[in-house]
């Protein structure tokens, strides 16, 4: 079978390769187009492959909410240069994807690799563009939430994302923004003392007591002495800003 240039144009736009890569694939199909867009996609599984054990520490990170505002997610889409991460088709890929976690409503990363996306799995969709690009791609978190209201941000540079719930209806837009806002600046571990988690106080007061006791300290004060400890640990820990939490 022959094939036209409008037929290298079409597996271009399907695919998302090179003019040079489809033209090839074309060629080796003998012009069959189903059979080049197979061609395509095992060179995406190929490239992935050999390209496996590089680090894929550049991307974006994005994160969306639901038109009713009671379920967020974010994705982090991996590569491997800043270059690519900036590139406007990578984005939109990534953002693609977002989507289809709010539409889904996905539980998990697992679920999100598992949905179909114009026909195809996103994880399958995640190594051809592996191969279209070139560079490792992948699909490396998922995080969602379920409140009464979710914010979330995108620090500019799509580089640094957050998502905050509140359980409370009607939150004020501006205060939420502040707080998600805050969160991607500060990256406090909790709204506030209080908040922390209990199994993370007991063990730090059990890391202090055992502490203090190998240094002989007296054991009827180690309660004390420990509860000082833990208040140094946190001390160095940031806190979203109690004004901001007024109203809530």
């Not at 999100?112 to 560079?135: C, P």
């Not at 905050?164 to 500060?186: L, T, Y």
């Amino acid at each position: 079978m022959s094939f036209t240039t409008a037929d290298v144009v079409k597996l271009r736009k399907v695919t998302g390769a090179g003019m040079m890569d489809c033209k090839g694939a074309l060629a080796d199909a003998d012009g069959n187009f189903e059979r080049a867009v197979e061609i395509i996609r095992e060179k995406g599984k190929l490239v992935a492959n050999k390209r496996a054990d590089r680090d894929a520490a550049e991307g974006v990170v994005l994160a969306k909410v639901s038109a009713d505002k009671k379920f967020g997610a974010m994705v982090v889409l991996n590569c491997e240069t800043d270059f690519v991460a900036k590139n406007e088709n990578f984005v939109a890929f990534a953002d693609s994807i977002l989507n289809a976690a709010l539409e889904n409503n996905a539980d998990s990363l697992e679920t999100l690799k598992s949905i179909n996306l114009n026909g195809r799995a996103i994880d399958a969709q995640v190594t051809e563009q592996t191969g279209v690009i070139g560079e490792k791609i992948e699909l490396s978190y998922y995080g969602k939430i379920n409140a009464e209201t979710v914010i979330g941000y995108i620090h500019p540079g799509n580089k640094l994302a957050t998502l905050v719930g509140f359980n409370k209806a009607g939150v004020d837009i501006n205060v939420a923004k502040d707080v998600a806002m805050q969160v991607a600046a500060m990256a406090p571990v909790a709204v506030d003392k209080d908040s922390v988690s209990p199994a993370v106080v007991e063990k730090e007061l059990a890391i202090a007591k055992e502490k203090f006791r190998q240094e002989g300290k007296p054991e009827a004060m180690l309660d004390k002495i420990a509860q000082g400890a833990l208040n140094k640990f946190f001390s160095g820990f940031n806190f979203v800003e109690p004004d901001l939490c007024k109203g809530w």
